[in-house]
């Protein structure tokens, strides 16, 4: 009957979503790993990140960049943009800074990202590859500003984004 047909519907429903967020919870449990491996290891939390996020639509974002060995960084991120399907990015990037004159840096990155998003009440959740580069400027000891471009290849979802960002140093 219809009444059947609805219920069976509902069920597949109730249990798509319970499976992404069995999925969201390992990749979570999985990223908080990562970063505690890294933050052991690393020489030290360099900055907590804030940011505003302009793809096809716009975020907003936190992260911490952490100094690893020999001028390289590792930056994960949490990203939330407002386009109506909650989509959601954690991102871990890799960099290599330059130091500059005046206060500036320049760097390339490559990193792994985890997409999440509802687009027409459909969880969706994929593992993609982020490659790019941005600059810094230490305006003083505590803070920085920083523009960062980055390609995001996620099967059927790619997207370039400009990042405007303020980092607090320690």
Same mark, same amino acid.
């Given at each position: ?10 069920? &597949?429903?109730? =249990?798509? !979503? #319970?499976?992404?967020? !069995? ?6 449990? &999985?990223?908080?790993?990562? &970063? ?28 911490? =960049? ?22 959601? =990015?954690?991102?871990?990037?890799? !960099? ?53 471009? #980055? ?20």
């Amino acid at each position: 009957s219809y009444k059947d047909r609805v219920l069976l519907v509902q069920l &597949i429903q109730i =249990t798509y !979503r #319970k499976q992404n967020f !069995r999925i969201m919870k390992k990749f979570l449990l &999985i990223l908080v790993l990562c &970063i505690s491996t890294i933050s052991a290891y690393a020489s030290g939390l360099r900055s907590v990140d804030m940011r505003a996020n302009l793809r096809s639509d716009l975020g907003l974002g936190i992260g911490l =960049t952490f100094d690893l060995p020999k001028g390289f960084e590792a930056a994960p991120s949490l990203n939330y943009y407002f386009n109506g399907d909650n989509t959601l =990015t954690i991102d871990g990037d890799f !960099r290599y800074r330059f130091d500059l004159p005046r206060n500036f840096s320049i760097y390339p990155l490559a990193g792994i990202l985890f997409f999440h998003t509802n687009h027409h009440d459909h969880g969706c959740n994929k593992v993609g590859l982020n490659i790019g580069g941005g600059f810094g400027y230490d305006i003083n000891s505590n803070w920085n500003i920083g523009l960062e471009v #980055k390609y995001q290849y996620v099967n059927d979802w790619d997207d370039v984004y400009l990042s405007l960002g303020v980092s607090y140093l320690f």
